[in-house]
């Protein structure tokens, strides 16, 4: 059973939702419950199971199902996939189990459990081909809540949603059969398994061809300016729980994407398109940071200042060395956390208040001071403060891309005053002052389901900002195994010596000691 | 020697998270109690560090875990314990212990007890984590967390729009100047491939001057945040908004010396480049006056203060820049005992006043607060620096190594200065505690503070008394580690020329400031006097009009530009071209559906309509690719 | 004077287009099917001649098929037609336009 672990991990909720239809209405919610605990747990053992000292692909599963084209059913997780499945696990537990009193709430579960299997897939794929099915898949169910279950401009933004993110799919599938055409003329074998693709070194022209088509794809996904509109208009009709799993993980396939296909595949183009990316990636900080404190509604903040961090994240991806990438990739899993939370935060005032207006609030934190407190816990991991989850990530990301850049770095870290700029100004306008509007005199404090989902994710920040090794180092093993074969791969000099060689600085080290 | 360390730095921590759990409760008595005696066993265990170091028994180190690893970085969650980071223990633990017993008694009124003790003790372990880290990231985690205790305790009573304002600020400004030691921090991984304390100075010498310059420019931008070295100033008197025992501990004592602790723990970097040091001297030198020139007019109790400490911190920057770490560190010491008891006699003035802070609406308070006229008074002749007290051995040497280095421009701004702060001083105690009794007028019963809160602020009383005369012995440990440099004026006739030339120079700006403000003429004033409609008046009492500046030429247009970016970029150019190709593929399809008109014999007609023109296309093609050897011959003979 | 292929082709060819001119102007739905019948028979003529004309016998085969599914088709369509006529009373062309776009 455990050499399958990973397809259990994806067919177990979608099975359980197919059966989830015949469940009765009142039983639903802790149906839900289970199967989520059980994927839940299935993950953490995946996570016990993993092997942190390997930097290579664990769990590996190959089923053939087109072998004339080289399709094949190839599933695999490493140190970068690993602790995003299991995130990805937790938000559907914590979301499912803290579903607040929403209409339908049946056909909810089912589409969180369907897009549960979606996101497992997308992150365990190593075939490129599989990797898309799941990577398009994934847009049904999101599409679906909220579609279904959004606010009053919810078709438009479904609709905006689905085929924004849909055309961006269509490039990169494009750029992947190009790929696979490639691969077959250099060796004569179809294949779209993407660690055969590792090994092809593809002339410089062709490269920056495929990077662009494939970074449209993602770009859209991330969603890195200018292509970010369709995300506010998402978070801002979406329900709670379709902005929690937006933020925490659906953002995050499109850095993960960057990290699995771009970066190793095409070595020399990262090079050459570092520079504009950083340049795009800082336009994210800054101006979406300032846009943020332009909002009125509480919910577009947290939006905006989402795509504010995908920037650095973009921008750690791009620093092409350890410290950069490792940093990049915590930040995902810190910025899901952190996203994550806050969504749920505003969900909270939402539920009680229906509007997000932060006109509308003012002085919450002396009606609901467990709710101001948890908040807060989250605004300052937000805003990147030692100790929480988001501030390795943050400082990892910029301490490499200092390497690469150091004015943009500049540029880049006024990311932290902007941040703390339109968060401290939201959460003033929220929660301090005198409570003056007559509806937020009697507001009830965090109840028990709210605090179900918002404790464990605090107990997360803060204890990954403490102590991130656990997951540092799986991820470090397998960012320096990329590094490497980039470097490796890599045919320009500047390529060369923009990607720092592993093997011969360790070597030179030991030869120096 | 362990024990003891992890005591000092993990007891705030205990406190803070005891008092934590009770922060939804009403009052409880025993938070604050537990509190306090937590925090007296890390002064306890600090007192024995400094016992330990002082008989010579060793830097104490250790490394708890590892807090980052990946790539080539290492850093661990390191504390050391060595003759620097001691002396700001026991500043950071005495001064906090005084505080948090006071604060006992100063927040007994008050609905958020619980939580006062809560952030206060995680203020202090932040400030402990500062000072004992062992490498620059360990010390960020210091830096960062005291700048969010200073905001949750500035913005303590978050009711008021000017706190949460003003911790915001402090905030915002404190993280501007982050982002440039973050920088800092970066390039010294870069070049010497550790944040270790250790192993970056050591490689440092090796590296070219220019990065170190750099390096050096952009921890002492971190610095200046913090420590609100102009232009990065304004947060600190408008953080005067906490409750006083706050300004007493953190912008009076500890957290805004902490960029005069970054500066004298990186003494090895900033000895590479006495350009920048000449730089830090000269800011500090400017700082000092202008700050001191704003408190002379200012009519609120705590910026008066505020403006000293700034000012203060300014002589400190001086010491540090010119090379002379040890004499910094010093005044460090003893002006966080004279300034926090300054602070806290300010802070009973204020219950006793019902929280007035206007000095001019005070007057003869001496009758109804002995105690504190005689802490304050005493607090400001040792700020003036009077022999014999504190403010004479550190401050004065000040004077000396700018005189002994040569640089006689800051030597006479720091002269003129020190008159100035004598007189501000005298000028805020001759008001509050002398001449008629004014707050009569408003009908307010001053009234002595609890005695418990006197008898803890004591120790503060006699520090500032005789910190003076622990000047050797503290020269000797800390030299161990900082150059030893004694500044001695060669010519004994220069050195008591100046020596008592300054001290009566303070002298008569404090006699000059009781007989202006000590009689009985005094009245509140109402903004028609000559002094007050004077240009220099407005413009010191506006405080240069920097604060207007800011919010006008970065504040405002910052607002209004990201209202723009909103409005105008993110939806009228950015969305509305991604709707604008939406809009173009669906309007194509608005006008031809027309040609669906559901008519069959419509439909057929367009059929072969298509089909032809698909036919032609291929012909056309096929026959193109069949002479295309012809058609290159003609298009060349064209000339195309 | 021999008749060969080229002669088929153009019977074919002429055919074709009085079936095309058929299926383009009629509004008949039974004369719609008679021109489509044209249409297909045209294609045969021309698959059996070609095959004639090769000696493979695949052309002709493949005119059976078309006729085989021609007739398919007309058994379908007029099945349609008559359900069509007994609901609506005529078989009409411009009447049928529900697929509208």
Same mark, same amino acid.
């Given at each position: 059973m455990l050499d399958n672990i990973l397809s259990i991990l994806i067919f177990f909720p979608a099975l359980a939702a197919v059966l989830g239809f015949a469940i009765q209405r009142d039983s639903i919610r802790s149906y839900g419950v289970a199967v989520a605990t059980i994927e839940f747990a299935l993950s953490l053992l995946l996570w016990f199971m993993f092997d942190a000292n390997a930097s290579g692909m664990q769990f590996m599963e190959t089923l053939p199902l087109v072998p004339v084209f080289g399709i094949n059913y190839i599933l695999g997780v490493d140190g970068i996939s690993v602790f995003i499945i299991i995130l990805s696990t937790f938000f559907t537990l914590i979301g499912i189990a803290s579903?607040? =009193?929403? #209409?339908k709430v049946k056909y909810m579960i089912i589409t969180l459990l369907f897009l549960q299997m979606t996101m497992t897939g997308v992150f365990a794929a190593l075939d490129a081909i599989v990797f898309y099915v799941f990577w398009e898949l994934s847009l049904v169910p999101m599409l679906y809540i909220i579609g279904a279950w959004g606010g009053p401009l919810r078709i438009y933004a479904s609709i905006k949603f689905f085929l924004y993110t849909f055309t961006g799919s269509l490039v990169m599938l494009v750029g992947m059969l190009f790929m696979a055409y490639f691969y077959y003329q250099a060796s004569g074998i179809w294949t779209f398994a993407i660690l055969d693709w590792y090994r092809l070194v593809l002339p410089e022209n062709l490269q920056l061809w495929l990077f662009a088509a494939f970074f449209v794809g993602f770009a859209i996904k991330v969603p890195m300016f200018p292509f970010h509109t369709w995300l506010p208009y998402a978070h801002g009709q979406a329900p709670t729980i379709g902005s929690v799993m937006l933020a925490a993980i659906l953002l995050k396939m499109g850095t993960y994407a960057f990290v699995r296909f771009s970066l190793p595949l095409f070595p020399d183009a990262s090079v050459f398109y570092m520079m504009p990316i950083a340049v795009l990636a800082i336009i994210m900080i800054i101006y979406t940071g300032m846009v943020a404190y332009a909002q009125k509604d509480i919910k577009q903040v947290v939006a905006y200042s989402s795509v504010s961090h995908m920037g650095v994240i973009i921008l750690g991806t791009f620093a092409l060395n350890v410290e950069g990438i490792s940093g990049s990739i915590f930040l995902m899993l810190g910025h899901g956390v952190v996203a994550g939370a806050l969504f749920f935060l505003v969900g909270v005032i939402y539920d009680r208040r229906h509007t997000k207006m932060m006109s509308e609030f003012g002085g919450l934190a002396t009606v609901m001071p467990r709710y101001a407190t948890v908040f807060g816990i989250m605004m300052m991991a937000s805003v990147g403060l030692p100790l929480t989850i988001n501030f390795v990530g943050e400082f990892l990301s910029f301490l490499g891309f200092y390497k690469q850049s150091h004015i943009l770095t500049l540029l880049a870290g006024t990311g932290i005053i902007v941040g703390a700029i339109y968060m401290l100004a939201a959460y003033k306008k929220a929660?301090?002052? =005198?409570?003056? %509007? =007559?509806? %937020? #005199?009697n507001l009830p404090d965090l109840n028990k389901k709210e605090l179900f989902a918002l404790i464990p994710l605090v107990i997360i920040s803060i204890w990954l900002g403490v102590y991130p090794k656990p997951v540092l180092e799986p991820i470090n093993n397998s960012v320096e195994a990329i590094v490497q074969l980039m470097h490796d791969k890599a045919i320009t000099p500047e390529a060369k010596s923009r990607i720092p060689n592993l093997i011969n600085d360790k070597n030179s080290q030991e030869g120096a000691h | 020697m362990e024990l003891y360390l992890y005591i000092a730095l993990f007891a705030p921590l205990v406190s803070s998270l005891f008092s934590a759990l009770f922060t939804? /409760?009403?009052?409880?008595m025993f938070t604050g109690v537990v509190a306090s005696g937590l925090i007296i066993s890390a002064l306890v265990s600090s007192i024995v560090l400094l016992v330990h170091i002082l008989n010579g028994g060793g830097v104490v180190h250790v490394e708890l875990m590892t807090w980052m690893e990946t790539g080539d970085l290492y850093i661990p969650f390191g504390f050391v314990v060595d003759e620097v980071s001691v002396t700001m223990m026991m500043v950071v633990t005495l001064v906090s212990s005084v505080v948090h017993v006071y604060s006992v008694g100063y927040m007994d009124h008050d609905k958020g007890f619980n939580r006062f003790f809560s952030y206060l003790s995680a203020f202090v372990f932040s400030m402990m984590v500062l000072v004992m880290s062992d490498n620059f990231a360990g010390l960020f985690i210091g830096w960062e967390g005291v700048g969010l205790c200073s905001w949750l305790l500035i913005g303590f009573w978050y009711h008021k729009e000017s706190a949460t304002w003003a911790a915001n600020e402090a905030f915002i400004m404190n993280r501007i100047a982050d982002l440039g030691m973050l920088i800092g921090l970066f390039l010294i991984y870069w070049h /010497?491939? /550790?944040?270790q304390y250790t192993e970056a100075f050591a490689a440092m010498p090796s590296l070219n001057t220019e990065i170190v310059t750099w390096i050096g420019i952009f921890l002492f931008i971190g610095a200046m945040g913090k420590s609100a070295q102009f232009p990065l100033h304004t947060w600190l008197a408008d953080a005067m908004e906490g409750p006083t025992p706050v300004s007493a501990l953190i912008h009076a004592a500890t957290m805004v010396t902490a960029g005069v602790y970054l500066v004298v723990r990186s003494s090895p970097l900033f000895d590479l480049i006495p350009h920048v040091g000449l730089f830090i001297a000269s800011l500090g030198a400017f700082v000092a006056l202008f700050a001191a020139s704003m408190a002379l007019v200012n009519r609120d109790m705590k910026r008066i203060i505020a403006y000293s400490t700034l000012s203060q911190l300014g002589y400190m920057f001086v010491a540090a820049g010119l090379g002379a770490y040890w004499v910094a560190l010093f005044h460090l010491m003893a002006h966080a005992f004279f300034k926090a008891l300054l602070f806290l006699g300010a802070g009973n003035v204020m219950h006793a006043m019902h929280d007035e802070l206007d000095p001019f609406k005070m007057g003869g308070l001496k009758k109804p607060m002995k105690w504190t006229f005689i802490m304050m008074t005493l607090a400001s002749v040792a700020l003036a620096g009077?022999?014999?007290?504190a403010g004479f051995f550190s401050k004065d040497l000040i004077l000396e190594v700018a005189f002994v280095e040569h640089h006689f421009i800051l030597y006479t701004v720091l002269l003129f200065t020190a008159g100035l702060t004598a007189f501000y001083s005298f000028r805020l105690v001759a008001l509050i505690f002398h001449g008629e009794e004014r707050y009569k007028l408003f009908g307010v019963h001053p009234h002595e503070a609890y005695k418990f809160m006197l008898i803890g602020m004591s120790p503060l009383l006699l520090l500032a008394i005789i910190a003076g005369s622990f000047k050797m012995t503290y020269f000797e440990m800390v030299t161990a580690l900082l150059p030893a440099t004694e500044y001695h004026i060669h010519s004994h006739l220069t050195f008591w020329i100046m020596t008592i030339g300054t001290q009566l120079f303070v002298g008569l700006s404090i006699l000059y400031a009781y007989k202006k403000y000590a009689n009985s003429s005094i009245t509140v004033p109402n903004g028609t006097s000559k002094m007050e409609n004077s240009f220099v008046y407005k413009m010191l009492f506006n405080q240069y009009y920097i604060p207007y500046l800011y919010q006008e030429y970065f504040v405002k247009p910052y607002r209004e530009l990201s209202t723009v970016f909103w409005?105008?970029?993110?939806?009228?150019?950015v969305d509305a071209s991604v709707d604008g190709i939406a809009g173009i593929v669906y309007g194509t399809g608005e006008k031809t559906r027309a040609m669906q008109s559901g008519n069959l014999s419509t439909m057929l007609k367009w059929m072969v309509a298509g089909t032809v023109g698909l036919l032609s296309l291929a012909v056309v093609f096929g026959l193109a690719a069949r002479y295309s050897g012809e058609i290159k011959t003609i298009l060349s003979g064209l000339g195309v | 004077m021999e008749i060969g292929l080229n002669h088929y082709l153009a019977l074919s060819a002429i055919l074709f287009s009085i079936g095309l001119v058929g299926v383009m102007r009629r509004k008949n739905l039974l004369l719609l099917f008679l021109a489509t019948e044209i249409l297909l028979n045209s294609v045969n003529i021309a698959f059996a001649a070609i095959s004639h004309y090769y000696g493979d016998l695949t052309g002709q085969m493949f005119a059976f098929f078309v006729i085989a599914i021609a007739a398919s088709e007309v058994a379908v369509g007029l099945g349609l037609l008559i359900v069509w006529h007994k609901r609506h009373g005529n078989i009409d062309l411009d009447t049928m336009s529900t697929m509208r776009g």
């Amino acid at each position: 059973m455990l050499d399958n672990i990973l397809s259990i991990l994806i067919f177990f909720p979608a099975l359980a939702a197919v059966l989830g239809f015949a469940i009765q209405r009142d039983s639903i919610r802790s149906y839900g419950v289970a199967v989520a605990t059980i994927e839940f747990a299935l993950s953490l053992l995946l996570w016990f199971m993993f092997d942190a000292n390997a930097s290579g692909m664990q769990f590996m599963e190959t089923l053939p199902l087109v072998p004339v084209f080289g399709i094949n059913y190839i599933l695999g997780v490493d140190g970068i996939s690993v602790f995003i499945i299991i995130l990805s696990t937790f938000f559907t537990l914590i979301g499912i189990a803290s579903l607040g =009193e929403i #209409k339908k709430v049946k056909y909810m579960i089912i589409t969180l459990l369907f897009l549960q299997m979606t996101m497992t897939g997308v992150f365990a794929a190593l075939d490129a081909i599989v990797f898309y099915v799941f990577w398009e898949l994934s847009l049904v169910p999101m599409l679906y809540i909220i579609g279904a279950w959004g606010g009053p401009l919810r078709i438009y933004a479904s609709i905006k949603f689905f085929l924004y993110t849909f055309t961006g799919s269509l490039v990169m599938l494009v750029g992947m059969l190009f790929m696979a055409y490639f691969y077959y003329q250099a060796s004569g074998i179809w294949t779209f398994a993407i660690l055969d693709w590792y090994r092809l070194v593809l002339p410089e022209n062709l490269q920056l061809w495929l990077f662009a088509a494939f970074f449209v794809g993602f770009a859209i996904k991330v969603p890195m300016f200018p292509f970010h509109t369709w995300l506010p208009y998402a978070h801002g009709q979406a329900p709670t729980i379709g902005s929690v799993m937006l933020a925490a993980i659906l953002l995050k396939m499109g850095t993960y994407a960057f990290v699995r296909f771009s970066l190793p595949l095409f070595p020399d183009a990262s090079v050459f398109y570092m520079m504009p990316i950083a340049v795009l990636a800082i336009i994210m900080i800054i101006y979406t940071g300032m846009v943020a404190y332009a909002q009125k509604d509480i919910k577009q903040v947290v939006a905006y200042s989402s795509v504010s961090h995908m920037g650095v994240i973009i921008l750690g991806t791009f620093a092409l060395n350890v410290e950069g990438i490792s940093g990049s990739i915590f930040l995902m899993l810190g910025h899901g956390v952190v996203a994550g939370a806050l969504f749920f935060l505003v969900g909270v005032i939402y539920d009680r208040r229906h509007t997000k207006m932060m006109s509308e609030f003012g002085g919450l934190a002396t009606v609901m001071p467990r709710y101001a407190t948890v908040f807060g816990i989250m605004m300052m991991a937000s805003v990147g403060l030692p100790l929480t989850i988001n501030f390795v990530g943050e400082f990892l990301s910029f301490l490499g891309f200092y390497k690469q850049s150091h004015i943009l770095t500049l540029l880049a870290g006024t990311g932290i005053i902007v941040g703390a700029i339109y968060m401290l100004a939201a959460y003033k306008k929220a929660f301090f002052g =005198e409570v003056t %509007n =007559e509806a %937020n #005199k009697n507001l009830p404090d965090l109840n028990k389901k709210e605090l179900f989902a918002l404790i464990p994710l605090v107990i997360i920040s803060i204890w990954l900002g403490v102590y991130p090794k656990p997951v540092l180092e799986p991820i470090n093993n397998s960012v320096e195994a990329i590094v490497q074969l980039m470097h490796d791969k890599a045919i320009t000099p500047e390529a060369k010596s923009r990607i720092p060689n592993l093997i011969n600085d360790k070597n030179s080290q030991e030869g120096a000691h | 020697m362990e024990l003891y360390l992890y005591i000092a730095l993990f007891a705030p921590l205990v406190s803070s998270l005891f008092s934590a759990l009770f922060t939804a /409760t009403p009052k409880k008595m025993f938070t604050g109690v537990v509190a306090s005696g937590l925090i007296i066993s890390a002064l306890v265990s600090s007192i024995v560090l400094l016992v330990h170091i002082l008989n010579g028994g060793g830097v104490v180190h250790v490394e708890l875990m590892t807090w980052m690893e990946t790539g080539d970085l290492y850093i661990p969650f390191g504390f050391v314990v060595d003759e620097v980071s001691v002396t700001m223990m026991m500043v950071v633990t005495l001064v906090s212990s005084v505080v948090h017993v006071y604060s006992v008694g100063y927040m007994d009124h008050d609905k958020g007890f619980n939580r006062f003790f809560s952030y206060l003790s995680a203020f202090v372990f932040s400030m402990m984590v500062l000072v004992m880290s062992d490498n620059f990231a360990g010390l960020f985690i210091g830096w960062e967390g005291v700048g969010l205790c200073s905001w949750l305790l500035i913005g303590f009573w978050y009711h008021k729009e000017s706190a949460t304002w003003a911790a915001n600020e402090a905030f915002i400004m404190n993280r501007i100047a982050d982002l440039g030691m973050l920088i800092g921090l970066f390039l010294i991984y870069w070049h /010497t491939g /550790t944040l270790q304390y250790t192993e970056a100075f050591a490689a440092m010498p090796s590296l070219n001057t220019e990065i170190v310059t750099w390096i050096g420019i952009f921890l002492f931008i971190g610095a200046m945040g913090k420590s609100a070295q102009f232009p990065l100033h304004t947060w600190l008197a408008d953080a005067m908004e906490g409750p006083t025992p706050v300004s007493a501990l953190i912008h009076a004592a500890t957290m805004v010396t902490a960029g005069v602790y970054l500066v004298v723990r990186s003494s090895p970097l900033f000895d590479l480049i006495p350009h920048v040091g000449l730089f830090i001297a000269s800011l500090g030198a400017f700082v000092a006056l202008f700050a001191a020139s704003m408190a002379l007019v200012n009519r609120d109790m705590k910026r008066i203060i505020a403006y000293s400490t700034l000012s203060q911190l300014g002589y400190m920057f001086v010491a540090a820049g010119l090379g002379a770490y040890w004499v910094a560190l010093f005044h460090l010491m003893a002006h966080a005992f004279f300034k926090a008891l300054l602070f806290l006699g300010a802070g009973n003035v204020m219950h006793a006043m019902h929280d007035e802070l206007d000095p001019f609406k005070m007057g003869g308070l001496k009758k109804p607060m002995k105690w504190t006229f005689i802490m304050m008074t005493l607090a400001s002749v040792a700020l003036a620096g009077i022999y014999p007290f504190a403010g004479f051995f550190s401050k004065d040497l000040i004077l000396e190594v700018a005189f002994v280095e040569h640089h006689f421009i800051l030597y006479t701004v720091l002269l003129f200065t020190a008159g100035l702060t004598a007189f501000y001083s005298f000028r805020l105690v001759a008001l509050i505690f002398h001449g008629e009794e004014r707050y009569k007028l408003f009908g307010v019963h001053p009234h002595e503070a609890y005695k418990f809160m006197l008898i803890g602020m004591s120790p503060l009383l006699l520090l500032a008394i005789i910190a003076g005369s622990f000047k050797m012995t503290y020269f000797e440990m800390v030299t161990a580690l900082l150059p030893a440099t004694e500044y001695h004026i060669h010519s004994h006739l220069t050195f008591w020329i100046m020596t008592i030339g300054t001290q009566l120079f303070v002298g008569l700006s404090i006699l000059y400031a009781y007989k202006k403000y000590a009689n009985s003429s005094i009245t509140v004033p109402n903004g028609t006097s000559k002094m007050e409609n004077s240009f220099v008046y407005k413009m010191l009492f506006n405080q240069y009009y920097i604060p207007y500046l800011y919010q006008e030429y970065f504040v405002k247009p910052y607002r209004e530009l990201s209202t723009v970016f909103w409005e105008q970029v993110d939806m009228k150019i950015v969305d509305a071209s991604v709707d604008g190709i939406a809009g173009i593929v669906y309007g194509t399809g608005e006008k031809t559906r027309a040609m669906q008109s559901g008519n069959l014999s419509t439909m057929l007609k367009w059929m072969v309509a298509g089909t032809v023109g698909l036919l032609s296309l291929a012909v056309v093609f096929g026959l193109a690719a069949r002479y295309s050897g012809e058609i290159k011959t003609i298009l060349s003979g064209l000339g195309v | 004077m021999e008749i060969g292929l080229n002669h088929y082709l153009a019977l074919s060819a002429i055919l074709f287009s009085i079936g095309l001119v058929g299926v383009m102007r009629r509004k008949n739905l039974l004369l719609l099917f008679l021109a489509t019948e044209i249409l297909l028979n045209s294609v045969n003529i021309a698959f059996a001649a070609i095959s004639h004309y090769y000696g493979d016998l695949t052309g002709q085969m493949f005119a059976f098929f078309v006729i085989a599914i021609a007739a398919s088709e007309v058994a379908v369509g007029l099945g349609l037609l008559i359900v069509w006529h007994k609901r609506h009373g005529n078989i009409d062309l411009d009447t049928m336009s529900t697929m509208r776009g």
